[in-house]
């Protein structure tokens, strides 16, 4: 088969658009006709290069509020590379497109898209929106990167989850080159486990918190993202010299320390932070300052998320802790990494 009859036959559809080798188009995929008589859709930018290639498609947003992705998305359609991509790369920076312009998680029935997948053309808003990006984007692809943040209130440190029963999936999260990966199982009704039903290797990454941006995790976010594509055959390697590699560890396991009293709190860690086994992380108190408790660590690790908002009633989660074999190496090797990145 020659090149270009191979080229001809990756034509790529997405709603009624055509995309072909070599092009690059901007897509509105319409969702659904609202009850003001406007139709809502899905932003969507193909990069197809001329030559075959995997086709990745990185998603943001699919958590309205989730906004740190937007913008690694918005730097990575920008970057010059992408005119000499092998194969094809679907964005698509705003996947609920609802939550995004109300500055919400949640779609307007109150549902969390990312429970809804693979989602039925026939369900809810929520479920046909699921259903729609099934098949127009993830049946399409061969692998894919949902990027997200912590919920409202709660920053993460920029990680990476993924599930590493499948060797495929574990060596593209490798590949993504961040010091902290997870391995989590997924949860029910999300785009990751729809994905890994339909053997699409999906990984997703976490870092920073709703409704901001962190220049850290965005950059640390558009440099994973580049490297996947690196890693897949995508983009070349770098001509000059290569940087350092990142040494990339997998939490032994992760757990929550719960507040143990009800007041308002002071921390004395932050994300990022290497914390020993009882060692003190925040004090709370009541508003009188009185009997100030202090909240420790139960095992040693890095604290890989945190509460923002410094009021908790006893019981609530304040601090997010994954423990590793060897947690002091997994803090040097983070700040050798930043070092990179800036
Ligand atoms: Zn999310």
């Known amino acids: 088969m020659n090149t270009q009859t191979r080229n001809r036959t990756r034509t790529l559809r997405i709603g009624d658009e055509r995309v072909n080798p070599g092009e690059r188009k901007t897509i509105q995929l319409d969702v659904a006709s609202l009850y003001d008589y406007t139709t809502l859709s899905i932003p969507i930018e193909v990069v197809s290069g001329v030559r075959d290639g995997p086709v990745l498609f990185i998603s943001a947003a699919v958590h309205g509020d989730e906004i740190n992705g937007v913008e690694i998305l918005k730097r990575l359609l920008r970057s010059a590379v992408l005119s000499r991509i092998k194969g094809t790369l679907i964005a698509i920076p705003v996947v609920n497109v609802f939550g995004f312009n109300h500055k919400s998680r949640y779609l307007p029935d109150r549902r969390d898209l990312n429970r809804s997948f693979p989602g039925s053309p026939t369900g809810s808003l929520a479920s046909r929106l699921a259903a729609l990006f099934m098949n127009q984007i993830v049946n399409k692809s061969t692998h894919g990167i949902d990027l997200h943040t912590g919920s409202i209130h709660r920053t993460n440190l920029p990680q990476v989850r993924a599930s590493l029963d499948d060797p495929e999936t574990e060596e593209l999260a490798r590949g993504f080159g961040v010091p902290v990966i997870l391995h989590s199982r997924e949860r029910d009704g999300s785009l990751r486990e729809a994905a890994r039903k339909k053997k699409v290797c999906t990984l997703l990454f976490e870092g920073g918190e709703a409704l901001r941006f962190d220049e ?12 996947v594509m690196r890693h897949i055959g995508m983009i070349p390697r770098s001509r000059r010299k290569p940087k350092r590699e990142t040494r990339v560890f997998v939490a032994e396991q992760s757990y929550w320390v719960r507040a143990s009293h ?11 932070d290497h914390v020993e086994d009882g060692e003190s992380l925040a004090v709370i108190s009541d508003p009188f300052g009185k009997d100030p408790y202090r909240v420790s660590a139960e095992e040693g690790g890095i604290i890989i998320g945190m509460s923002t908002i410094p009021l908790v009633n006893r019981g609530d989660a304040m601090v997010h802790i994954a423990t590793f074999s060897n947690s002091k190496r997994v803090r040097r090797e983070m700040e050798l990494a930043d070092e990179d990145y800036f």
């Open 262 to 272: 009800s007041g308002s709190f002071r921390t004395l860690k932050n994300v990022g």
């Open 216 to 227: 850290h995790v965005i950059r640390v976010g558009l440099r994973g993202c580049l490297s």
